[in-house]
């Protein structure tokens, strides 16, 4: 899919095995197929994840400037990528970012360089539309973070955190709801400041945002805004690693009341 800032198309035809590699624009026309293609790609390993929607380039849709590119091997789609451009902050001073997202290449291709060709296509793309590039991977998919060492260094992380159960414990203070920037606004003010940060806000967009809320205690305040990514980009738990699977066996063996 063309962004605003779009209008040429890339063909890649390296020596050996991908030979006739070849580079375009998606389509929305090609969307059942990319859908076909990441339906095979389960990100991670004991921890495993698949990826739901009905479109595949919706994400992308979610910023102003962006691409999404193919790559087709004797006229299969073989892979997919996409790269959008982000006002950010690099250690406090305003930058523009290049983020890459969505990259998906088939299971059995992998280990031939088409993930790079991909990466690097974008990023040339990138280049001139921003002042650095990132993407992020989960800390188990080394294939994709083999793509992301393209980028340069290791910049930080994030994790997943699956809670096996909780318990419910009375508080005392006054919750309300509030907007989103409210509830940003006062994380932006309580942490930081970040090496790197994005603005969620930046472009207007709040694709996905159920609602947001502030708490207000004798220990201070605290908020919390709810996303939901269905239609975008659902993500499914596949499986769990096996301590937390024995996690979950050992709390569903307690007394409820103990849960």
């Known amino acids: 899919m063309l962004s605003p800032t779009t209008s040429s198309r890339d063909a890649s035809r390296p020596d050996g095995p991908l030979a006739g590699l070849a580079l375009d624009d998606y389509s929305p026309s090609e969307n059942e197929e990319a859908l076909d293609l990441e339906r095979s790609c389960l990100q991670g390993a004991s921890y495993r994840l698949a990826f739901r929607r009905e479109e595949f380039h919706r994400r992308a849709e979610n910023f102003a400037v962006h691409r999404i590119a193919t790559a087709r091997l004797a006229g299969r789609l073989v892979a997919v990528g996409a790269a959008a451009i982000k006002e950010a902050e690099y250690r406090e001073r305003p930058v523009r970012a290049a983020f890459l997202f969505d990259f998906r290449v088939r299971p059995e291709l992998r280990g031939l360089a088409i993930g790079r060709t991909l990466a690097e296509a974008l990023l040339a793309w990138?280049?001139?539309?921003?002042?650095?590039?990132?993407?992020?991977?989960?800390?188990?998919?080394?294939?994709?973070?083999?793509?992301?060492?393209?980028?340069?260094?290791?910049?930080?992380?994030?994790?997943?955190?699956?809670?096996?159960?909780?318990?419910?414990?009375?508080?005392?203070?006054?919750?309300?709801?509030?907007?989103?920037?409210?509830?940003?606004?006062?994380?932006?003010?309580?942490?930081?400041?970040?090496?790197?940060?994005?603005?969620?806000?930046?472009?207007?967009?709040?694709?996905?945002h159920v609602g947001s809320w502030l708490l207000e205690g004798p220990d201070g305040l605290a908020g919390c805004s709810a996303w939901s990514n269905r239609g975008i980009l659902e993500e499914v738990v596949v499986s769990l690693p096996l301590g937390l699977r024995l996690a979950r066996r050992a709390v569903a063996a307690l007394p409820s009341g103990r849960r």
Do not use: Q
């Open 126 to 208: 990138a280049a001139p539309r921003s002042e650095l590039a990132y993407t992020y991977a989960m800390g188990d998919n080394p294939a994709a973070a083999r793509v992301g060492l393209l980028l340069g260094s290791d910049a930080g992380g994030y994790s997943y955190l699956a809670y096996p159960s909780f318990r419910e414990r009375p508080f005392a203070g006054r919750l309300s709801s509030a907007s989103m920037a409210e509830v940003h606004g006062h994380k932006r003010r309580a942490a930081g400041p970040w090496d790197f940060y994005a603005n969620p806000l930046a472009e207007g967009r709040a694709a996905g």
